[in-house]
């Protein structure tokens, strides 16, 4: 657990999640899924509670951040399940409208990619992000993710192509 001031200055805590969490979290996806801009889900997977803990038996990472006590973003590190992929992690991050541009989604960076360089055999974290997401963009890139690859007009959103940029950030 860390504990973090948010720019608004509220107290900011981010922890690993728990089973418990399951129905915040699928609030905060369907929420950001209602948007349609920011993640490919349309809705939320109703099984969070299994959700979690399959990817901390997989050595992955499961985060929420809370402000007052409510859970207002989360994040994930899913491990490659495969031999020749265990050593990588895929990033997801997503934040609740109204606690973005608050330094939430930094403080998240700095606790995965901290966590992440713990782990043995991690050597890489793996992101995609809509095109159109420039904060996210420029949040990956200010904790060193480059852009490794585009995937052109990989989704039309309300009527707009929107080109899925794949990032990467080596830990060694």
């Given amino acids: 657990m860390s504990k973090y001031l948010a720019k608004n200055k ?9 089973e418990t ?5 699928r609030d905060i996806v369907n929420s950001i899924a209602a948007e349609k801009h920011y993640v490919v889900p349309e809705r939320s997977r109703e099984d969070w509670d299994e959700t979690i803990k399959d990817i901390k038996s997989n050595k992955g990472l499961i985060i929420v951040a809370q402000v007052n006590a409510n859970i207002v973003a989360m994040a994930t590190l899913t491990r490659g399940r495969l031999e020749k992929n265990k050593h990588t992690a895929q990033l997801g991050i997503i934040i609740l409208k109204k606690f973005r541009r608050l330094g939430i989604g930094t403080a998240m960076m700095d606790y995965l990619i901290e966590w992440a360089r713990k782990q043995e055999e991690l050597e890489k974290i793996s992101l995609t992000v809509f095109s159109t997401n ?3 963009i420029n ?3 200010k904790f060193g993710f480059k852009i490794e690859g585009i995937s052109k007009k990989q989704y039309k959103i309300e009527g707009k192509y929107v080109d899925d940029i794949i990032m990467g950030k080596f830990l060694t």
């Fill in 10 to 18: 509220k107290p900011l805590t981010i922890r690993e999640a728990i």
């Fill in 134 to 136: 420039k904060p996210a």
């Fill in 139 to 141: 949040l990956y890139q």
């Fill in 21 to 25: 969490d399951a129905t915040a979290i």
